[in-house]
Antibody, heavy 125, light 107 residues
Framework: EVQLVESGGGLVQPGGSLRVSCGASGLIFRKYWMSWVRQAPGKGLEWVANIDEEGSEKYYVDSVKGRFTISRDNAKNSLFLEMNNLTTEDTAVYFC??????????????????WGQGTPVTVSS | DIQMTQSPSSLAASVGDSVTITCRASQSVSTYLHWYQQKPGKAPTVLIYGASYLQTGVPSRFSGSGSGTDFTLTISSLQPEDFATYFCQQSSGSQWTFGQGTKVELK
């Protein structure tokens, strides 16, 4: 059974930093692209970042570029999101998700497959 | 960035009804379009990927269609467990976006 378990969320002041983690089991972690997706209270889903299998390709939503860093440790089956210069707009539940790749058209398609339960991050003074 | 617009934002339906949700992209996403279901307090689950492919284990009453900029998710006979919020999401290019969601409620 695939399990993704996030940790590290909490309360942080505006301008502060936080690192959230995601531990994976039940899948060959090093073979999957991984993502972070967030959901503000009562709001919709927002994709935050993707990382390829080796950690060499990283993509971010514009609103977090330069402030957030996605990384991974394949030896420890772990995914991370380092968040700096946090604002109240970053308050959300942060989910990690594995990406399933399928053949399609010009380039492979990917969709969110397995998800963790989420870890809440609250930015408030 | 590609904007995804879902309609309606919410709808009320009865068990057994057929329900259709639409998703429009601000530019073509080919068929890199996926549909997710989310229940309160839970993570989303994928229903349809690649615009029309049914995820393994998802009931056949769910179907998806479309390509380019216009997509639909249809639930052919609504069941009690289908009352939830549904999101479309595009994965064309390196910047991914979700629609704002459609909440399906009991009439």
């Amino acid at each position: 059974e695939v399990q993704l378990v996030e940790s590290g969320g909490g309360l942080v002041q505006p301008g502060g930093s936080l690192r959230v983690s995601c531990g994976a089991s039940g899948l060959i972690f090093r073979k999957y692209w991984m993502s972070w997706v967030r959901q503000a209270p009562g709001k919709g889903l927002e994709w935050v970042a993707n990382i390829d299998e080796e950690g060499s390709e990283k993509y971010y939503v514009d609103s977090v570029k330069g402030r957030f860093t996605i990384s991974r440790d394949n030896a420890k089956n772990s995914l991370f999101l380092e968040m700096n210069n946090l604002t109240t707009e970053d308050t959300a539940v942060y989910f990690c998700a594995s990406l399933f790749q399928y053949s399609s058209g010009w380039h492979p398609g990917r969709h969110f497959d397995y998800w963790g339960q989420g870890t809440p991050v609250t930015v408030s003074s | 960035d590609i904007q995804m617009t879902q309609s309606p934002s919410s709808l009320a339906a009865s068990v057994g009804d057929s329900v259709t949700i639409t998703c429009r992209a601000s530019q073509s996403v080919s068929t890199y379009l996926h549909w997710y279901q989310q229940k309160p307090g839970k993570a989303p689950t994928v229903l349809i990927y690649g615009a029309s492919y049914l995820q393994t284990g998802v009931p056949s009453r769910f179907s998806g269609s479309g390509s380019g900029t216009d997509f639909t998710l249809t639930i052919s006979s609504l069941q009690p467990e289908d009352f939830a919020t549904y999101f479309c999401q595009q994965s064309s290019g390196s910047q991914w976006t979700f629609g704002q969601g459609t909440k399906v409620e009991l009439k």
